[in-house]
């Protein structure tokens, strides 16, 4: 082992970032800002959800949210972090939540307030009971030309995938990572808790081509459509193995690292699939392809979707890119 201390860097993900933002010229700084409060928030989430049998704030609290969910008590809590933490960045005009019904318009933003953050402040909530991983995903739009529509902020966030400036996930599983991308490959950061940063373990991550792994709530397969039941079917015979956590932000990573595919089809009782796709499905489908990896609806890329609507949802097959090719060529 080298003893040249210099021969291994610590790159935080602060410092990562501005690196990055520093080959290009025209680079505010601002963006770095927006993206250091995401960075707090989720430290704050974090720990609030590694004390979360300690503080006594496990559970349901009862209130039924815009999904016709339970609302967990963290959710609740993560959401309200976030909303705080982003709130007066200065930079940031609207943040819409998975726990809200309508978006936010931040009061007294002005015209250069311009970007745009949706998120999914706790998902996988179900599963903190049971001390299963969780996490928080991320996706940051940037205005379009013309002023704030403080009436229907709405309209602003109604921008296909391709449109996302960053998107990223922080998963609190055995130990805490955050993984991002500003559209130029994935990174990837361990937090660690004695110097409480985000520290860089990952860089450029590409996701195996290939994968003999499928992650799908398979209780549903009755339900599924034809082609989804025809390509499970053929991966059992070819050997596959199942993996199936029940919170997207875990079976995602793994997917990210291990390859293979997610699947979320359509259902009986989910006719267009589970997942949202402003703050579940986007921002993965974008750290899926700056991986090399693929992610689509079933009929078409997930980032090509029109969205009509904050909470709409989507069918959702996520993960190596020959592997959603071929799920693909069974639905055809
Ligand atoms: P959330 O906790 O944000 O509502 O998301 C739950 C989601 C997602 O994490 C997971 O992939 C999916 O629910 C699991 O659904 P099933 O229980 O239907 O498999
Ligand atoms: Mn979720
Ligand atoms: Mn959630």
Known sequence: MSTDPMSSEIITVQSHIIEKQRKHPQATGEFSWLLSGITLATKIIESKVRRAGLLDILGADGRINVQGEIVQKLDRIANETLLRTLGYRGNIGIMASEEDDEPHMVKDVG??????????????????????????IFSVLRRKAGEWNRENPVVHLLQPGFEQVAAGYVVYGSSTVLTYTTGNGVHMFTLDPDIGAYVLCNEDVKMPDTGKMYSVNEAYLSTFPKGYRDYLGWAKGEGYSLRYIGSFVADFHRTLLRGGVFLYPPTTKQPEGKLRLLYEANPMAFIAQQAGGAASDGTQAIMKKQPKALHERTPLIIGSKSEVDRVLGFLA
């Not at 307030?113 to 299963?132: A, E, H, Q, T």
């Open 111 to 136: 015209e250069e307030g311009r970007y745009i953050v949706l998120f999914d402040p706790l998902d996988g909530s179900s599963n903190i009971d049971v001390n299963v991983s969780v996490g928080t």
